[in-house]
């Protein structure tokens, strides 16, 4: 007797938000070594276009420049 109750069991959200805005996760690869790395670009349109960023590469270390529509706010990490 009694009344059975069924436990609901939510899904657990996997998306990231950095401080309240989206990162676009992009793929890159390395000039030099052509290891592929990816990184995480930010998404908010107010902001001007910043043209060349650079970054380090997660295999060989060398700098390089990276052409992205906005700010890089994560990574570099393996692909
Ligand atoms: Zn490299």
Known sequence: MGARVRAQIGLIPTLHRVAGMTANEMTIECPRCKVRQ???????????????????????????DVKVPDKIVGGPFPA
């Open 38 to 64: 990816k990184i995480h670009v930010a998404m908010r349109s107010e902001v001007a276009p910043l043209g060349s960023q650079y970054m380090f590469c997660i295999n060989c270390k060398s700098e390089f």
